[in-house]
Each structure stands twice: as C-alpha cells, then as structure tokens.
C-alpha cells in the first residue's frame, strides 16, 4: 500500500518530499523510483476529485483577459492534478522557443524521450517537421489519447520506493538561519484539520510540483512576515505569469487539390495538423512563435464568399478552419501576489493579474496575412480572417507558466537551470511555472521532461 | 615611367569604369526586378467579411450585387419589402433572384440583401413574396426590392 498517513511516518524515511500529484509529479517519481529514492507525495485532494475541496482550496481573485474561475480550472485539487482535465496535445518546444532559458533544446531531448514513454506516445512526433508552403514549416501535434492519472492511478502507486499522502497541502516551508536550505515544511492535514510543522534534514529534497498557481502560493506564503519569503528575496515569485492565447476558428481556409499537407513519418500516431512560421517569417513576426491548426471542415454555402470561392475552385474544393496558438512574452507585472482570506491550510489565497498583450494577437493577424498570400502563390486557394475571434474572443490554453521562472540571474528568475531555487540547496520546482519563455506548444511534455531531468538529478545525488 | 606603374590615367579609366559597370547592373537589377505583387484587399463595405481576395476576383464578387434590369420587374435599389414571404431562396446574384421571382407564378415582388447586409446570415438571401406590404422601407442601401407591374402612386 502506497497510502500513507503523514502523522504516522513523518517525513524522516524519505530522500524526496513531492507537493502535488500530477504530471510533474508522476515523471519526477518515475526517475526517482529507477534510482532507488523514496519518496513522498503529498496531495490536497484525495483519490476522487471532490468539488467542495476544489472550491475551498482555490478560491482567488483575477483580474486581466482570465478571471478568478478561470485559472482554478486548471489547478486541479486531486490525485493526478491538472491531468483530468488535460486534452492530450503534445509537442516539444523548439530551439527558438528556449530564446530566455539558461538551457537548450538539447538538455531536454533524452528527457522528451522519457516524458513521451511515460504518456504512451510513439516517439516520431518529437523529431518531426517539414517544410510547407513559402514562409512556413508543417509541424503537427501528437494527440493521441491523454493520459488521466486519477484513472491510473496505479502507475504512480506502484512505483517501488514511493509513497503519497492525500489530504496533505504544504503550506509554508521554513528556511535554515542562514538561508542557504529549508529546515523545515509546515504541512496542513485535512484527517485532524491542522498544521503541523515537520523538520527536514540537509539530506532531504523538497520539490514543489503543485501547479502554476500552487508553487508561487507555497513561496509567496513561506515567510514569518519579518523577512523576504522564500526565494523571493529578489521579488521575482509569481512574476512573468504567461498562458497561451488562443483564437479559436479565426481563420478559414478553402483550397482546391493541389493543397497538400506533407506525408507523416510511420508510426507518428494520431495527428493535429498544424503550421508555424518558418525562421524568416519568425524574425518578421518579431519574434513571436505562432501555430496555426488546420482543421478539416465542411464548406460553409451560407457564406456568399466562401460559396463564390469555392465554385471558382471547383468541384474538388474543400475548407479547414483555423485555430492560432500564440507565444506571450514574459512580463514582471503579469503576475501572482497574495491577497486577504486564508485557505483551509492556512495560507493566504492568491490574485492573479494577467493581461494579453496586443502584440501576441497582431501577431496571429500577421501570420495569418502571410498564409493567404503564400496559399494564393502556390495555386488555388483562399484565406479568410476572422478579426473578432483574434481581437475579441482570444482566450488561454489552462497553460500556467513563468511564476517560478528560471534564470541564471537570481535578481531575474526564481529558480537556476537544475531547477533548483537560487541559494537554497535542498529546494526545487517542478512544472511549467519554471518556463522564462513560452513559445506556443502545450506544456505538459516539456514541464514532464523537466521533471524527469530534475528526478535523474536528485537520483544521482548521494 | 616604366610600363607597369599606375598613372592618373589609368585611375580615371578605373574608377569610370566601376562607375559604368554600377549603373549597367543597376539597370539590369531594374529590369529584372519582379514587380510587388498588389496587396490582397479586404471588402472595403460596412461590413468586412474577412476574406482576403485579389482585387479582380473582390470586384467579380460584388459586381453580382449591382443593379440590373428586368422586363418583368420594377426594381429599387436600396428598398426593403417586408412581409408576404413565399420563402427564402440562397441565391449567388441580385440577377438570381430576378430570375427566381420570374420563373415562380405565385411570386408578385422580392427583396434581395446584398453580401454587405451586415447580419451574415441575410447575405444574398433572396425573399420570394406573394404580396408585398404595403408600405416599403427606403434608404436602405443592402436592399433591392422589385415588383411585378410596377409600384404604382408613390
């Protein structure tokens, strides 16, 4: 039985002490588990997703393009966190992608393997892409079905050496005299209904893996009120929030035969066709990373021009309908602080303040403008651009990244290239909230293969 | 001055060289230059639909809404015709619906939307009625309405 109960064991049998449940969590135990760690998960929620946990652990207050029910729809309170509501996209970020990052595609590559292994995809799609029309690069998603650890969660509990304990929340981590570890971890316990302060050993790893919202929330709230909270001492903590805006349907597309997708490697698996500027039209598009998903449609004869264009292509034309996944640069006042009002575990609740920039969106337009003009060149076909979708309706993906960024400059970032909190040694992040920049592709590969690179790490450490 | 050593002449000689050679490529860079292909321009009407057309294939499309002429009907333009629906016919041209309304017995006037009605889901719709209200609806310009013999006193 991997359940445990934290006022029975404590924390001293465990070399690494996990907040959260999901994804991160999952890849980071895997790793670990292979070296011979023990480990402890600790998880708000309990095995069933329960509503009422839900709503009293992430209440907040927003402000900006999301509101406050938005972004706790994405913080799930639940074994297997986020991953019950995770749709299943997954792609690897590219070079271009890693623009504010201390490490490059390169230092992920073995661990996207890991991260693709771990959700049952086959591997094709990480290395895949092709050149398409004039200005763009074919580079579809992988969509295979999504991994929902609450319905498996037997892939967590039976790995060897690790443990969880459900309603458990972190709820403030004690830092050593000299700022250089964390000593302590105040944990909440829902089964007596209080906190109790737990001693951690200089031999002990702590990581937070408890969303985007949730890591920012544990530090923001590990202070004593006298001094900065726990690497924060630059005021970076729950800065540089980013999502990725979504113009769902802002564009259309009806195209004769000779528009050809490019043939996909064998064995890719399931297939979100999808386009992205290539590096010309990158550098013309300021450096915003864009992806337009292609989706087959039927025509639409209710719309005179798309009825006239697709008459004058024939009787062979057909429409996608388009979907732009767009890049938001990290901004210091798009952000996470706290707020009045206490959760159940004692720390204070969070606000979010977070405002889509317009340049992400003129660079949908843009990429759009450039696709017409590259389909006209290569033969028959037409574009349309639906402005409202882009400038009006734009929403997120539920990708919560940047609050806890990396960076190799501690004045900048929160956490080093190891994913380590600067200055204090036994503290890591896992999850996208360590991302510096976010190019367009869904996180959960790449915040999974950060946890595994972080799992082999700790692994190795004596 | 022994035969290999550079004079002022030969300097003149050089730089006008450089300097005829410069011109010739930039002639030769003109002529071969492609022209800038004309921008794609979206519908300049009260409502952009967002279709991005080259600009011969934007004029065919609304030369169908233009005003024509019937032998059967008494057109206006920019009139709206409520009431006495026969039905609603999705039609490509104002001239098609001329032709509906011609061709169907019980059908006595219609009102057309153009594509720049600005509800989408009017555009080029072409009403079929049986007896036109009685007081129509003028100035409004993605209107064109037509009767059989005519629209009497006004």
Redesign the interface.
């Known amino acids: 039985m991997a359940y445990i109960s934290l006022s029975e064991t404590g924390l001293d049998p465990y070399d690494v002490v996990v907040a959260g449940a999901g994804l991160a969590a999952y890849a980071l135990s895997d790793r670990l588990s292979a070296a011979g760690r023990r480990v402890l998960i600790l998880e708000t929620g309990f095995e069933t997703y329960d509503p009422e946990v839900q709503a009293r652990f992430t209440r907040m207050e927003a402000r900006g393009h999301f509101s406050s029910t938005y972004w706790p729809r994405h913080w799930v309170r639940a074994f297997g966190g986020t991953s019950a509501v995770w749709a299943g996209y997954c792609l690897p970020l590219s070079e271009r992608n890693f623009r504010d990052w201390p490490i490059g595609r390169a230092d992920l590559d073995p661990h996207y393997a890991t991260a693709a292994r771990l959700l049952r995809r086959p591997l094709p799609f990480l290395a895949y892409s092709a050149p398409f029309l004039r200005g763009f690069t074919y580079r579809p998603m992988s969509l295979e079905p999504p991994l929902n650890l609450a319905a498996e969660p037997e892939l967590v509990t039976d790995l060897t050496g690790v443990d969880i304990a459900l309603g458990a929340t972190l709820a403030g981590l004690t830092p050593a005299t000299d700022r250089r570890s964390v000593r302590g971890a105040t944990i909440h316990l829902a089964g007596p209904g209080e906190r109790r302060d737990f001693p951690l050993a200089s031999r002990q790893r702590l990581v937070l893996a408890a969303g985007g919202i949730g890591n920012a929330q544990i530090l923001l709230n590990s202070t004593d009120g006298s001094s900065a909270a726990v690497g924060n001492a630059a005021d970076r903590v729950g800065r540089h929030l980013m999502e990725h805006p979504h113009a769902y349907d802002c564009g259309r597309i009806v195209a004769g035969e000779d528009l050809v997708l490019p043939d996909l490697p064998e064995g890719f698996g399931f297939p979100l066709p999808s386009v992205e500027p290539d590096t010309a039209l990158f550098g013309e598009l300021g450096g915003h990373d864009v992806a337009l998903d292609l989706v087959d449609s039927a025509l639409a ?9 697709a ?2 292509i024939g009787a062979n034309a057909r429409a996608f309908t388009l979907t732009a996944r767009t890049e938001m640069p990290a901004d210091p006042e798009n952000r996470v602080t706290l707020t009045e009002g206490r959760d159940p575990s004692g720390m204070r609740r969070v606000r979010a303040s977070c405002a889509i920039p317009t340049e992400a969106l003129r660079a949908i337009e843009h990429c759009l ?1 450039a696709l ?2 590259s389909l ?2 290569a033969g028959a076909a ?6 409202a979708e882009i400038y009006r309706n734009a929403t997120g993906g539920g990708h919560i990244m940047g609050t806890t960024r990396m960076g190799s400059d501690p004045r900048d970032s929160v956490v080093d290239a190891d994913c380590r909190v600067h200055g204090y040694e036994n503290l890591f992040v896992a999850g996208s909230s360590v991302f510096a920049s976010g190019g367009y592709a869904n996180p959960t590969l790449t915040l999974m293969a950060l946890a595994a690179r972080l799992g082999e790490t700790l692994g190795r450490a004596a | 001055m022994s035969g290999t050593g550079i004079t002022r002449r030969h300097l003149l000689f050089g730089l006008a060289g450089i300097g005829i050679g410069g011109a010739a490529f930039g002639l030769l860079g003109r002529a071969t230059r492609a022209p800038a292909p004309a921008p794609w321009v979206p519908r300049g009407l009260a409502e952009d639909d967002g279709w991005l057309l080259p600009p011969e294939e934007r004029a065919a499309f609304e030369a169908a809404d233009a005003l024509v002429e019937s032998d059967v009907f008494a057109l206006r333009d920019a009139v709206d015709l409520p009431g006495g629906d026969l039905e609603a016919l999705r039609v490509r041209s104002l001239s098609e619906c001329v032709a509906a309304c011609e061709a169907d017995g019980r059908c006595e006037a219609f009102t057309y939307a153009r594509a720049s009605h600005p509800q989408p889901e009017k555009r080029r719709i072409c009403w079929l009625k049986s007896e036109a209200a009685e007081r129509e609806i003028a100035g409004a310009p993605d209107y064109v309405s037509g009767r059989r013999g005519g629209w009497g006193p006004d």
């Open positions: 004869p209710e719309d005179p021009v798309e009825r006239f264009v008459e004058r403008e017409s003009g006209g060149a037409r574009l349309r651009i639906v402005n």
